[in-house]
């Protein structure tokens, strides 16, 4: 099951615009620790009763396995930081390295975005879930390991109890 990366963030409080020719854009990025703490808790039943309704529909007629989807923390702060698309993403490493606080305070709101919309996802039907980490290749190796892996294995140790395939595919990693 494809859907937007950007989808669970709308009910969360992003303005977000997929604008044509550009990407998502962000009308309100992420700058400080205030702005982290705005972020609500995704309710998926109530914000996104579509998505948990395609996959039902879609266990009833589908033959093969229907893999669930979301964003990947990193990829979601990076457009939530620079305010849409990047090619260097810095404001995002500026902020992952100067804002050490800050950075934490978003990544774990993101990964408990990220289990609750995947859960949700379970739980209406999808067989294996897969987290997308589309800009997580422009860091260095020490980088992820030290800013990024955490959270990943805090997602990975959270969804474990579904005891669903889980699968996490970076672009641009070795």
Known sequence: LFADIMTPLRPVGVNVDIKAGVGPVIDNPIRSQKDVAQLITLEPDKHVPYIMEAIKILRQQLTVPLIGFAGAPFTLASYLIEGGPSKQYHKTKALMYSEPHTWQA?????????????????????????????????????????????????????????????????????
């Open 106 to 174: 978003l990544m774990n709101k993101l990964a408990d975005l990220t289990v609750t919309y995947l859960r949700a996802q379970i739980r209406a039907g999808a067989q294996a879930v897969q987290i997308f980490d589309s800009w997580v290749g422009a860091l260095t190796a020490e980088d992820f390991r030290h800013y990024i892996k955490p959270t990943m294995q805090h997602i990975f140790d959270s969804l474990k109890i579904t005891k669903v395939p889980t699968i996490y595919f970076g672009v641009g990693t070795g």
